[in-house]
């Protein structure tokens, strides 16, 4: 058969057509839902499939997989709490855009990047995909290390305008993220004898607490205000809109789709520093980033649904996962009885195209359901405060304790609301907490597995200059260090002063 006919056989066959659709609807609502994630979904439905073809068993999993990556972002712009971790970086544009009564806007945009982000990344994956694992493969320790680097420097842009609160909050998050057992000598690190810290600190966890919880707590002092009306008669955005953000839309995807395929990466921090990339590039956003800038809601969302595709590239030609999704995915091939890796391509390759145009599929799915459902979650906006913010507690509280089913991860996250709650009481960003521990395993294990293989800091300093990928790392975090001086935005402001002169 050729490659045209591997990719009709999901589109012609309406039992597989069904499932996808059925798998992106899910998503959507489960992506929506704090705590519940993707892995979590995937990994019930490796054992629901079991007995299933394996045709039908794949094609809802990878529904599922899309609708869950976009379905995080419904909760970010409408209740400023992320459904999932790559949402992140879409609260802090697309809930401003809510308290002015724009959610309608804000999720139909999401939307539409998403859409292309996905896009993408299947057009990378199905065209690029040895090519892009070949990349992936050449990034060491040191990388790692320096894309950790680059996330945390990312503090400027997701924090407040005090750097130092930003820093402040970002440190707190370190130090929660290096709790627990030690994964290179097992040692017990501010754990004081207490079993369940052995594990460590959930980040997922901490963000239900600091972004769910804390801000319903923030939110009971002013319960009292009427609920902002939302503006749905402009949901999908036009072709002119779509088009202006385009050059950012490929650019935050490129972005996505090469972090997705480093293994242990994935899309929230893919999301997160397309961000960043965002606010450092766009010149003159029509409203500020952090007040609700349509940027801030194109990056981040082409970038995390871009990275799916990303993802399945070492998955699919190495047997290396890019993601936890992915990881899953690996078990549920090799139950039906195919292994993933270099020799798929060529061993199985309807299994390739079938997941190339099932994630298609569902790209397409997600148009439609993305679209229609928005006029029906707008209305938890409108939720008078004292039925939905006991809502928003109890979702919080589940979703917590859903997640490896522990009491102690509900008790972690009550504790992160209720210091999420100062935070935000004293204008203290809570994103930067997250970040931290998000990003704490990747600096640290990189960073002391980058010394043993280069037996010295001083080596490891010197090998940054011998690999023409950390050097270009390496530039980079010492662009962004630049632009983030005084002097150069006092440079940049005279710049563009200069210009809107020239322009009048």
Request: with cysteine; net charge positive; aromatic share 8%.
């Amino acid at each position: 058969m050729s490659v045209l006919q591997y990719l009709l056989v999901p589109i012609m066959d309406i039992h597989l057509l069904i499932l996808v659709s059925i798998g992106v609807l899910s998503g959507i609502y489960i992506g929506a839902i704090p705590g519940l994630s993707g892995t979590m979904a995937v990994s019930l439905l490796v054992s629901f499939t079991f007995g299933w073809e394996t045709n039908p068993a794949i094609a809802l999993m990878l529904g599922v997989f899309v609708g869950v990556v976009y379905g995080g972002s419904r909760s970010a712009v409408l209740l400023n709490i992320p459904g999932a971790p790559a949402a992140v970086a879409t609260a802090l544009d697309g809930y401003p855009m809510a308290l002015k009564g724009e959610a309608g806007r804000a999720m139909g945009i999401a939307t539409s990047q998403s859409v292309v982000g996905t896009l993408i990344g299947i057009v990378v994956l199905a065209c690029f995909a040895p090519l892009v694992s070949k990349l992936a493969l050449k990034f060491t320790s040191v990388d790692y290390l320096l894309l950790g680097v680059m996330g945390m420097m990312m503090v400027g842009s997701i924090g407040s305008k005090s750097i130092f609160r930003g820093l402040t909050t970002a440190a707190i998050g370190v130090l929660l993220g290096t709790i627990g057992m030690d994964s290179m000598t097992a040692a017990h690190r501010f754990t004081f004898g207490v079993t369940y810290l052995l594990p460590g600190v959930n980040y997922v966890v901490a963000m239900i607490g600091l972004f769910g919880i804390a801000e319903a707590l923030v939110q009971i002092t002013t319960k009292d205000i009427q609920p902002i009306k939302q503006k749905i008669d402009k949901i999908v955005p036009s072709l002119d809109v779509v088009k202006k953000y385009m050059p950012l839309t490929v650019r935050s995807s490129i972005v996505g789709v090469l972090v997705g395929a480093l293994p242990g990466a994935g899309g929230d921090i893919a999301a997160l520093l397309t961000y960043d990339q965002a606010k450092r590039t766009v010149k003159n956003p029509e409203v500020p980033f952090g007040e609700g800038a349509v940027e801030g809601l194109v990056a981040p969302e082409a970038a995390n649904n871009a990275a799916i595709g990303g993802a399945f590239i070492p998955m699919l030609t190495l047997g290396i996962p890019g993601d936890a999704v992915t990881a899953v995915m690996i078990g549920a091939l090799t139950i039906h009885g195919l292994k993933p890796g270099p020799n798929m391509m060529t061993a199985s390759p309807d299994m390739f195209y079938l997941i190339v145009s099932c994630l298609f599929i569902a790209s397409i799915a997600l148009v439609f359901f993305g679209m229609t459902g928005i006029k029906i979650f707008t209305k938890i906006v409108e939720i008078p405060k004292g039925i939905l913010l006991p809502i928003i507690i109890i979702l919080s509280v589940v979703g917590s304790y859903a997640i490896n089913n522990s009491l102690f991860d509900m008790f972690w996250a009550i504790g992160f609301g209720v210091l999420g709650y100062f935070f935000k009481r004293y204008d203290y960003p809570v994103a930067p907490c997250v970040l931290g521990i998000i990003l704490t395993k990747l600096l640290e294990e990189n960073y002391r597995r980058g010394i043993l293989l280069n037996k010295s800091v001083s080596g490891l300093i010197l090998s940054i200059f011998h690999s023409p990928i950390s050097f270009s790392l390496f530039a980079l975090i010492v662009v962004m260090f630049g632009t983030q001086t005084k002097t150069y935005k006092k440079w940049k402001a005279a710049r563009d002063a200069k210009a809107d002169v020239k322009a009048v």
